[in-house]
């Protein structure tokens, strides 16, 4: 099993966008969704958003809804979050996770139904 891979996180100022990159292989896309989480210092962990790789469908944070979009290109076996307008409470280690079954469940925040996570990605926002 290969973990997926993240890319993309840098230093950005508020109000800026990044886009950050979760590639994956080793699996039959289809019967998976990817999720992006976060961990800033001191904090829990956070489900950003997250979506059914097959269908395309997606689900969202409430603190990220209308700034943050997920989407996936499955040629590429490539899931993006295009962050925009981000704020200094954005600051975090960014992951994102397989989970099994294909559709993201109405609990994917908690996390607990990923099986394979990558090693993370930091996503400073600070003037």
């Known amino acids: 099993q290969v973990h997926p891979v993240e890319s993309g996180g840098g230093l950005v100022q508020p109000g800026g966008s990044l886009r950050l990159s979760c590639a994956v292989s080793g699996f039959t896309l289809d019967y998976y969704a990817i999720g992006w989480f976060r961990q800033a210092p001191w904090k829990e962990r956070e489900g950003v958003s997250c979506i059914n790789l097959s269908s395309g469908i997606a689900d969202y944070a409430d603190s990220v809804k209308g700034r943050f979009t997920i989407s996936r290109d499955n040629a590429k076996r490539t899931v993006y979050l295009q962050m925009n307008s981000l704020k200094s409470e954005d600051t975090a280690v960014y992951y994102c996770?397989?989970?099994?079954?294909?559709?993201?469940?109405?609990?994917?925040?908690?996390?607990?139904?990923?099986?394979?996570w990558g090693q993370g990605t930091q996503v400073t926002v600070s003037s």
């Open positions: 996770a397989r989970r099994p079954r294909g559709f993201c469940g109405s609990s994917w925040y908690l996390g607990g139904a990923f099986d394979s």
